[in-house]
């Protein structure tokens, strides 16, 4: 059985960091590309960040570029989003994400298409 188990979400002021991870069981995630996605009261699920099985490439929304950084131990395997410089409008549940990557991918195929889902962790920012 497939398990993505995020942990690390919580309540912080603006300005703020938070890590969270995403614990991998149940099919070789080490050669899944990985991503995080999140939602927001009354919005659509919206693209946050996501990197390749080898860790050698990733991606982030602009809204995050700059702040949040995403990383991976395939050992684990888990992978993580620092948050840093934490804004109100990044209050969310935070999905992690996972599918099977490939050579011939496009930097847009990482930014949908995943196939496996974990629960979602609460992030709250405080002005």
């Known amino acids: 059985q497939v398990q993505l188990v995020e942990s690390g979400g919580g309540l912080v002021q603006a300005g703020g960091s938070l890590r969270l991870s995403c614990a991998a069981s149940g099919r070789t995630f080490s050669r899944d590309a990985m991503g995080w996605f999140r939602q927001a009261p009354g919005k659509e699920r919206e693209f946050v960040a996501a990197i390749s099985w080898s860790g050698g490439r990733t991606y982030y929304a602009d809204s995050v570029k700059g702040r949040f950084t995403i990383s991976r131990d395939n050992a684990k395997p888990t992978v993580y989003l620092q948050m840093n410089s934490l804004k109100p409008e990044d209050t969310a549940v935070y999905y992690c994400?996972?599918?099977?990557?490939?050579?011939?991918?496009?930097?847009?195929?990482?930014?949908?298409?995943?196939?496996?889902w974990g629960q979602g962790t609460q992030v709250t920012v405080s002005s």
């Open positions: 994400a996972a599918k099977g990557d490939g050579p011939l991918y496009s930097s847009s195929d990482y930014y949908r298409g995943y196939d496996y």
